[in-house]
Structure formats: structure tokens, C-alpha cells
T-cell receptor, first 113, second 112 residues
Framework: GAVVSQHPSWVICKSGTSVKIECRSLDFQATTMFWYRQFPKQSLMLMAT?????????EQGVEKDKFLINHASLTLSTLTVTSAHPEDSSFYIC?????????FGPGTRLTVL | GESVGLHLPTLSVQEGDNSIINCAYS??????FIWYKQESGKGPQFIIDIRSNMDKRQGQRVTVLLNKTVKHLSLQIAATQPGDSAVYFCAETFTGGFKTIFGAGTRLFVKA
């Protein structure tokens, strides 16, 4: 149990377009999900905490108008990278919380041309 | 700000040897620590955890040690195998659903 999926697993887009990444908890409900970004050879950096039915909490330095987070149901959170630029190219990873544990998705590789 | 850091960015070991990966944390309020393994292009995979009221916890081939006096965490892997090659992250968090802070990571290479 406790499986988290992400879709798509990879995406390539043109600069200036928007990209939506989905995070789903497949076999449990998660009131809280987290979004991370990971650049090559670096650690995971928390971007925001996504709470079902309320606004996301963003970490310092993360633009909330650029990285739109929606947690409309107990099994789905979405991250939309708006007006993507090459510097947004990264590995985006979500996690879903069940009780006191976090379960991570497989990640989404975003490449902005 | 507070962060979790690692002493060694890379570690190379011979297959069959034991591996020790170290981590230093700075937030004395953290009460829950986790080690994750991340293979290339994948999300982090839970290995083992330990709460602040413990000094040691053992799993299958892995042991985590916590020294709260010097704010140090270590992961020991016994009889390291090629499949253990990956990047290992320590992470700290707080019970009650607070966010998790990841350390810088150590890449483990296992030589056959």
C-alpha cells in the first residue's frame, strides 16, 4: 500500500508555455501533499505544502503565481508551472502524507526548450 | 537557515564491505529522522527511520545511529551490494506532519 504516482513522468515544452503535473495517492487519502524540485546532482528542495481544500503554503523564494498548486481532492494535487522558462527545467517530485509518513512519487522530468 | 548536511559527497566501497554514510543536522527541535535512497531518475525510497528518543535502530542490512549530543546521524549498510549504488539522503522532520528537510546527499559507488 501507500503508492504515489505522478503524471507525466517526463515532459518537454516550449518556453512561455504552461505545464501541469499531477500527483496522485493511489490507495490512500492524503490531506497533505508536498512538492519538491531537484536540480541535477543536488538535493530535494521543498517548494510548497499542498493542503486539501485550502491554499498551498509556499517556501521562501518560491513564486506562488508561477507555481500554481491545486489540491482539489484527497487523492490529487496538481502543480502547474506557468510561463515556463529553461531555468525551470528540473525534476519535480511530490510526496503524500499518511499519518506521520511521507510517500514519494517517481518524479516528473521537465525540460523547457 | 537550519539545514541537514553531510560530511562526504561521495563514497566508494568494495562489494561485500560495510558502508557508513554520515549526516549532521542543526535543528535540535527535530524529532524524527529518515534515510532515503534515490536511484537515478526516480523518487526517494524510504530505507529506515529513527525517532529522537532512540539511539539506534536496525533494519535488514541497515542500521541508523543517532547521536543527539553532537547532532549526528549515520547510516550503516552491511555487506554492501552493487544494487546499493545510489544517492542517499538524510532528512529531518517533526512529528505532527511538518515538512521534511533533506540533506545534501551522498553518492555511494559499489565496486564489484
Amino acid at each position: 500500500g501507500a503508492v504515489v504516482s505522478q503524471h507525466p513522468s517526463w515532459v518537454i515544452c516550449k518556453s512561455g508555455t504552461s505545464v501541469k503535473i499531477e500527483c496522485r495517492s493511489l490507495d490512500f487519502q492524503a490531506t497533505t501533499m508536498f512538492w519538491y524540485r531537484q536540480f541535477p546532482k543536488q538535493s530535494l528542495m521543498l517548494m510548497a505544502t499542498s493542503n486539501e481544500g485550502s491554499k498551498a503554503t509556499y517556501e521562501q523564494g518560491v513564486e506562488k503565481d508561477k507555481f500554481l498548486i491545486n489540491h482539489a481532492s484527497l487523492t490529487l494535487s496538481t502543480l502547474t508551472v506557468t510561463s515556463a522558462h529553461p531555468e525551470d527545467s528540473s525534476f519535480y517530485i511530490c510526496s503524500a502524507q499518511r499519518e506521520n509518513e511521507q510517500f514519494f512519487g517517481p518524479g516528473t522530468r521537465l525540460t523547457v526548450l | 537557515g537550519e539545514s541537514v548536511g553531510l560530511h562526504l559527497p561521495t563514497l566508494s566501497v568494495q562489494e561485500g564491505d560495510n558502508s557508513i554514510i554520515n549526516c549532521a543536522y542543526s535543528n535540535s527541535a527535530s524529532d524524527y529522522f529518515i534515510w532515503y535512497k534515490q536511484e537515478s531518475g526516480k523518487g526517494p525510497q524510504f530505507i529506515i527511520d529513527i525517532r529522537s528518543n532512540m539511539d539506534k535502530r536496525q533494519g535488514q542490512r541497515v542500521t541508523v545511529l543517532l547521536n543527539k549530543t553532537v547532532k549526528h546521524l549515520s547510516l550503516q549498510i552491511a555487506a554492501t551490494q552493487p544494487g546499493d549504488s545510489a544517492v542517499y539522503f538524510c532528512a529531518e522532520t517533526f512529528t505532527g506532519g511538518f515538512k521534511t528537510i533533506f540533506g545534501a546527499g551522498t553518492r555511494l559507488f559499489v565496486k564489484a
